[in-house]
T-cell receptor, first 110, second 108 residues
Framework: DGGITQSPKYLFRKEGQNVTLSCEQNLNHDAMYWYRQDPGQGLRLIYYSQIVNDFQKGDIAEGYSVSREKKESFPLTVTSAQKNPTAFYLC?????????FGQGTRLTVV | GQSLEQPSEVTAVEGAIVQINCTYQTSGFYGLSWYQQHDGGAPTFLSYNALDGLEETGRFSSFLSRSDSYGYLLLQELQMKDSASYFCAVLNDYKLSFGAGTTVTVRA
């Protein structure tokens, strides 16, 4: 089946640790995105990539890093520099007409 | 940059019609899209408008006026399962930015 796979669904991290969230798509989309969503809030853009080996900062990139070594994969690293990382993280890919999302990863810092 | 405005909440009864407006400001524009998100879930794509006019997909329709930087999502024959958050999003080149969302509550 075509789609986007995010893993893990739930993630717990100790303060001061980096953690990497996985995102894989088999929709053959060029563009991929990472968003953060806090309870009751909208989606805020962290990073996006329109092509392999190229990516752009979104509106809240500080404390995050990404890579795009393959068209299918766009992993997000939440670094220890991110002061308030507990949130729902959503990955998406887009055909320009519309974006399709993974199931999301709920990250909790303990 | 981009900014989008939409109402925060709308409440309606089953069978009614709801219109969710979205106004946007952006330095470039490729299209306006709409998404539905149920509590605890991920957003799902509903519709996309690149040109002025109305796009109809079943009970949902979306409208765009590029000259007014305005669009709306029309939900017809409301059902309980339509209770969710609805987001408009603007595409500028490859940057896809979302509004804060409108919570639609459907009452029996």
């Amino acid at each position: 089946d075509g789609g986007i796979t995010q893993s893990p669904k739930y993630l717990f991290r100790k303060e001061g640790q980096n953690v990497t969230l996985s995102c894989e798509q088999n929709l053959n989309h060029d563009a991929m995105y990472w968003y953060r969503q806090d309870p009751g809030q909208g989606l805020r853009l962290i990073y996006y990539s329109q092509i392999v080996n190229d990516f752009q900062k979104g509106d809240i990139a500080e404390g995050y890093s990404v890579s795009r070594e393959k068209k299918e994969s766009f992993p997000l690293t939440v670094t220890s520099a991110q002061k308030n990382p507990t949130a729902f993280y959503l990955c998406a890919s887009s055909s320009r007409q519309g974006a399709f999302f993974g199931q999301g990863t709920r990250l909790t810092v303990v | 940059g981009q900014s989008l405005e939409q109402p925060s909440e709308v409440t309606a009864v089953e069978g009614a019609i709801v219109q969710i407006n979205c106004t946007y400001q952006t330095s470039g524009f490729y299209g306006l899209s709409w998404y539905q998100q149920h509590d605890g879930g991920a957003p799902t794509f509903l519709s996309y408008n690149a040109l002025d006019g109305l796009e109809e997909t079943g009970r949902f329709s979306s409208f765009l006026s590029r000259s007014d930087s305005y669009g709306y999502l029309l939900l017809q024959e409301l059902q309980m399962k339509d209770s969710a958050s609805y987001f408009c999003a603007v595409l500028n080149d490859y940057k896809l930015s979302f509004g804060a969302g409108t919570t639609v509550t459907v009452r029996a």
